[in-house]
T-cell receptor, first 115, second 110 residues
Framework: DTEVTQTPKHLVMGMTNKKSLKCEQH?????MYWYKQKAKKPPELMFV???????INESVPSRFSPECPNSSLLNLHLHALQPEDSALYLC??????????????FGEGSWLTVV | GQSLEQPSEVTAVEGAIVQINCTYQ??????LSWYQQHDGGAPTFLSY????GLEETGRFSSFLSRSDSYGYLLLQELQMKDSASYFC???????????FGTGTRLKVLA
C-alpha cells in the first residue's frame, strides 16, 4: 500500500482567509514533503520534515506555515496568500532507511485557487 | 547545486519506441528516479536506477550512466495513454532534498 491522502482536493480562498491543507500517510514513512507545482512546470520543493522535525525550508514565504503533528500527518497552513500562490500543492512521503527509501510517493494533490 | 535537464517535448506515434533523456549536474545523489504525470493528476513513480545500467519494468526501461551524468527513460509499444509529462528526479546525498528535472511532455499520436 503506497497511499498518501490529501485533503481538500480543491480549495478556493480569498487573500484574507486562513485555510489548511492536510496530508496523511500510514506507510511508516518518516520523511514528508510539501511541493508546489505550477502548470507545465516540475514540482518545486517547499518543505521537508524528517522524524517530525522540519529539516528543509526552501526560503518559502511565511504566509505558508507547515506543521507535522505526528509521523503520519503533515499540514500546510495558509494565510494572506496572493493570487500567484494558486497552484497544485503536492504532499509526498519517503521511507527513511539506509538501504532503501530513494523513492517518494505523492498524494493526489490539492488544487488551490487564491482570489 | 543540482540541475537536471530534459527535452521539453517529444512526439511519437502509437506502437513506436521513444527515449526521454535526462542530463544532470549534481555533487552526489543516491539514484535516478522517473515519474509520470498526466494532466490534472499527481506524479506517479515509474522506475529507479540505483546503479549504472538498464532497469526494465514492463514496457518501460530506465538507464543510468554516472560517468556520463546521463540517464534515460525508454518507452516501448507506445499507447495513447502514455501521453503525459515525465520527470527524472534525484535525492541529494546528505540532505533530504528530492529534486525534479525540467520535465518532458510526451505526445502520442494515433
Amino acid at each position: 500500500d503506497t497511499e498518501v491522502t490529501q485533503t481538500p482536493k480543491h480549495l478556493v480562498m480569498g487573500m484574507t482567509n486562513k485555510k489548511s491543507l492536510k496530508c496523511e500517510q500510514h506507510m511508516g514513512h518518516r520523511a514528508m514533503y510539501w511541493y508546489k507545482q505550477k502548470a507545465k512546470k516540475p514540482p518545486e520543493l517547499m518543505f521537508v520534515y524528517s522524524y517530525e522535525k522540519l529539516s528543509i525550508n526552501e526560503s518559502v514565504p511565511s504566509r505558508f506555515s507547515p506543521e507535522c503533528p505526528n509521523s503520519s500527518l503533515l499540514n500546510l497552513h495558509l494565510h494572506a496568500l496572493q493570487p500567484e500562490d494558486s497552484a497544485l500543492y503536492l504532499c509526498a512521503s519517503r521511507q527513511d532507511s539506509a538501504t532503501s527509501g530513494n523513492t517518494i510517493y505523492f498524494g493526489e494533490g490539492s488544487w488551490l485557487t487564491v482570489v | 547545486g543540482q540541475s537536471l535537464e530534459q527535452p521539453s517535448e517529444v512526439t511519437a506515434v502509437e506502437g513506436a519506441i521513444v527515449q526521454i533523456n535526462c542530463t544532470y549536474q549534481t555533487s552526489g545523489f543516491y539514484g535516478l528516479s522517473w515519474y509520470q504525470q498526466h494532466d490534472g493528476g499527481a506524479p506517479t513513480f515509474l522506475s529507479y536506477n540505483a546503479l549504472d545500467g538498464l532497469e526494465e519494468t514492463g514496457r518501460f526501461s530506465s538507464f543510468l550512466s554516472r560517468s556520463d551524468s546521463y540517464g534515460y527513460l525508454l518507452l516501448q509499444e507506445l499507447q495513447m495513454k502514455d501521453s503525459a509529462s515525465y520527470f527524472c528526479a534525484v535525492r541529494d546525498i546528505g540532505t533530504y532534498k528530492y529534486i525534479f528535472g525540467t520535465g518532458t511532455r510526451l505526445k502520442v499520436l494515433a
